[in-house]
């Protein structure tokens, strides 16, 4: 089983709202990942989190806010964002075994976000 | 730094049409490479995989051999169909203490017609 799920599929939000996107693994993965693509474009880097900790914040702005509260969950938590942060959001998750093996992503199918 | 260039689309074929999607890697490491498949509304999927030099990931009749000489992993099919019209990323991984890291390149569309 290599399944990532994430809900909502889609959010539509106002620039004043607070809302969550959840993601969900039960792979045994240690590292979970936060990604935002815009359309036509490769997936972006937002946030890692290594064995339950942050471990890369690629100087996302705080108006996005990622928590993990076990190892099979994580969270992107989402308050006053602007009309630009529409996009689609993927949460994907790796092994991240000891000893340097091969890593792979794996990835869920995304929330598709529109800030109005 | 890492850096992956995919050929750029749109590729367009006709069903039962051999396909190629050139993908060039710059790496300063041994990376891992990967080819991910997008359909239409969807997220990321792991299409195949390669760990190190001379290895060929396949699946889904799909092929790429991963060429250390040249840098290269490009992706192909004997023949294909409607259903594989997708956008196609080309990524490597580098992994380090902070997490493995994809580097991806641009995308490649393909459109397949009946």
């Known amino acids: 089983d290599t399944e990532v799920t994430q809900t909502p599929k889609h959010l539509v939000m106002g620039m004043t709202n607070k809302k969550s996107l959840k993601c969900e693994q039960h792979?045994?993965?240690?590292?979970m990942y936060w990604y935002k693509q815009k359309a036509k474009k490769p997936p972006e880097l937002m946030f890692v989190y290594s064995y339950e900790k942050l471990s890369i914040n690629e100087s996302v702005p705080s108006r996005f806010s990622p928590e993990c509260p076990n190892s099979s969950l994580l969270n992107l938590h989402l308050h006053a964002l602007q009309p630009e942060d529409s996009a689609l959001y993927l949460c994907a998750s790796s092994p991240r075994s000891s000893g340097g093996a091969e890593e792979t992503q794996y990835f869920g199918p995304g929330t598709r976000l529109l800030v109005l | 730094g890492n850096s992956v260039t995919q050929m750029e689309g749109p590729v367009t074929l006709s069903e039962e049409a051999f396909l190629t999607i050139n993908c060039t890697y710059t790496a300063t490491g041994y990376p891992s490479l990967f080819w991910y498949v997008q359909y239409p509304g969807e997220g990321l999927q792991l299409l195949l995989k390669a760990t190190k030099a001379d290895d060929k990931g396949s699946n889904k009749g799909f092929e790429a051999t991963y060429r250390k000489e040249t840098t290269s992993f490009h992706l192909e099919k004997g023949s294909v169909q409607v259903s594989d019209s997708a956008v196609y990323f080309c990524a490597l991984s580098d992994l380090d203490n902070a997490g493995n890291m994809l580097t991806f390149g641009g995308g490649t569309r393909l459109m397949v017609k009946p």
């Open positions: 792979m045994g993965h240690r590292a």
